[in-house]
Nanobody
Framework: QVQLVESGGGLAQAGGSLRLTCAAS????????VGWFRQAPGKEREFVAL??????????ADSVKGRFTISRDNAKNKNTVYLQMNNLKREDTAVYYC?????????????????WGQGTQVTVSP
């Protein structure tokens, strides 16, 4: 079983920053590909960024490149993935979810992610 818990969401002004955290636990949780996705009201869930199990390979959506950075800490007993969000824009407002792909693929397709956290709300004000 895999558990994912997101935190760090909140209210930020446009141009500001937030750091989201995805804490993973469960068997071999440091071996998963972890992806961040977001869903704005009335819209489909969309890919934001992913990081491979080793942390050496990342992929980001064009809409967040240069502003968001994904990283992970696989230290013993601390399997955590971060999403540093800088220069936030109003269109970044959404519920952000982290997902885990136990097969270690590097897919931007949410259907490849079997486990999900409960989500954390990010709201960007003008």
């Amino acid at each position: 079983q895999v558990q994912l818990v997101e935190s760090g969401g909140g209210l930020a002004q446009a141009g500001g920053s937030l750091r989201l955290t995805c804490a993973a636990s469960g068997r071999a949780s440091n071996l998963y590909t972890v992806g961040w996705f977001r869903q704005a009201p009335g819209k489909e869930r969309e890919f934001v960024a992913l990081i491979a199990r080793s942390g050496s390979s990342t992929t980001s959506a064009d809409s967040v490149k240069g502003r968001f950075t994904i990283s992970r800490d696989n230290a013993k007993n601390k399997n955590t993935v971060y999403l540093q969000m800088n220069n936030l824009k109003r269109e970044d407002t959404a519920v952000y979810y982290c997902g885990a792909d136990l097969w270690g693929r590097r897919s931007t397709d949410q259907r490849q992610y079997a486990y999900w956290g409960q989500g954390t709300q990010v709201t960007v004000s003008p």
